[in-house]
């Protein structure tokens, strides 16, 4: 369907120019002017004091408020950030043991223990992933009983069919007892060629994504298996199918339902998935704190400073609409929904476009640092592509896609990192 870009003029007075920037590929609408409108309804409470604007995230304030402590406070406040129910905030008071006075320290590092120990024994593999990544904070007497943990979690995983949390396991093999290290690679290898056997693309993507943590001697190998499957995927026409974004699981009880959703397992916002055949691979709805989203907010609208930087669309994740939560204070974003992500797109096509995205990539990040802005975690993965489509919306992969940043609940302004 062609847009009708002079009727949108007329109603809502937004330049044709401005329109075009946020143009996505297979997208029927503009989703600027519907943002437009939740934008002002928004700011209406604000001005009306509906909405209290915080200037920095939860994470960030946790930090600072543990810092600026007199020191008879600091292990109050990290207790405090430990005994939470947010792992991602235990993850802050754990980081920051290290500042409290050394005659409190032993009874924080046994609080420290269990909260890890508890987190590696819960079932949602992403808390379990961030437990992980908590071990190095542990005591020094308590680090090999975790790490063995950390190897039956992972063989547990290892042990089943679910390819995703395999690959999620493989990244924290440097988390496992070293003497298992090898053994694990190894495991990790075995997994890779059998997925690689599998006719489901997505399975062969996700496969790509572990070579990396196989044997070091045995990568060249799997590189090859990967490039012969990607080009096997294009021989066969399966443009679409390569370039799928990586947010859906296969859950065949979702495919033809009008209206469905499904909480994506995530520790920084929560993503609620529709998945009816009217929203699947169209709209997302994020939770967010308002000031991560007042960033993203910022980075939405500032279309003249892409513009400045050679853009000629706005590379940030598309907002179609969103409303404030008198619940929780939250902010529910509808986004729109993107394709495949640089680091997939890598690994699987074998760098195909390498050299232009990279160059826009950086692009990308320079000017978040001109306006003072961090992502928090601007990683490859955290970058996603728009290929064009022709009119039966069919993706051309000959063409260098458009490059977009995601996920910005970790994002800040004014540069205040974690």
Same mark, same amino acid.
């Given at each position: 369907?062609?847009?009708? =870009? ?28 519907? =943002? ?49 129910? @947010? ?45 992980? @990544? ?22 547990? !995983? ?30 990790? =290898? ?27 001697? &045995? ?31 296969? @859950? ?60 000629? =669309? ?37 760098? !195909? ?63 205040? &990192?974690?």
């Amino acid at each position: 369907m062609k847009m009708n =870009y002079e009727k949108s003029n007329i109603e809502t007075g937004i330049p044709e120019r401005v329109l075009n920037l946020y143009k996505i590929y297979g997208y029927d609408e503009v989703v600027y002017e519907s =943002y437009l409108k939740s934008k002002k309804t928004f700011e209406d409470k604000i001005s009306n004091h509906e909405i209290h604007q915080e200037k920095q995230n939860l994470l960030i304030r946790t930090r600072n408020e543990i810092l600026a402590q007199p020191e008879e406070n600091v292990t109050n406040s990290i207790i405090k950030a430990i005994e939470s129910e @947010n792992i991602e905030v235990q993850r802050i008071g754990i980081s920051l043991v290290q500042n409290a006075p050394e005659g409190q320290k032993d009874v924080l590092n046994k609080m420290v223990f269990e909260k890890i120990l508890d987190g590696l024994n819960n079932p949602d593999i992403q808390i379990q992933r961030i437990a992980m @990544n908590m071990v190095q904070f542990a005591p020094d007497d308590k680090k090999e009983q975790l790490r063995e943990i950390v190897l039956q979690k992972i063989m547990e !995983v290892f042990n089943s069919t679910d390819i995703d949390k395999q690959r999620i396991m493989a990244k924290k093999i440097k988390e496992a007892p070293v003497q298992a290290q090898d053994n694990l690679r190894e495991i990790v =290898y075995e997994k890779v060629v059998e997925a690689f056997e599998n006719e489901d693309i997505r399975v062969q993507r996700l496969a790509a994504l572990m070579v990396q943590y196989t044997p070091m001697n &045995k990568q060249a190998e799997l590189v090859k298996l990967t490039n012969s499957k990607f080009e096997s995927a294009k021989q066969q026409k399966r443009f679409n199918e390569i370039i799928e974004t990586p947010l859906y699981p296969r @859950n065949p009880n979702n495919g033809d339902s009008t209206f469905s959703r499904e909480i994506f397992s995530k520790t920084g916002s929560e993503t609620t998935l529709l998945t009816g055949k009217q929203f699947k691979n169209n709209i997302i709805i994020k939770h967010m704190e308002e000031p991560c989203f007042s960033t993203w907010k910022k980075l939405y609208e500032s279309h003249e400073d892409w513009v400045k930087a050679g853009f000629d =669309y706005v590379p940030i994740e598309p907002i179609y609409s969103f409303n404030f939560d008198t619940k929780d204070g939250s902010i529910n974003v509808a986004s729109g929904v993107l394709d495949i992500n640089l680091e997939e797109w890598y690994v699987f096509s074998g760098n !195909v476009f390498r050299e232009e995205l990279d160059k826009q990539k950086n692009k990308i990040i320079e000017v978040l640092s001109n306006l003072n802005i961090s992502h928090g975690h601007a990683n490859d993965a955290n970058f996603c592509l728009r290929f064009c489509r022709d009119e039966d919306g069919n993706a051309n992969l000959d063409k260098t896609p458009r490059i977009f940043l995601i996920d910005f609940d970790k994002a800040v302004q004014n540069a205040d &990192k974690l």
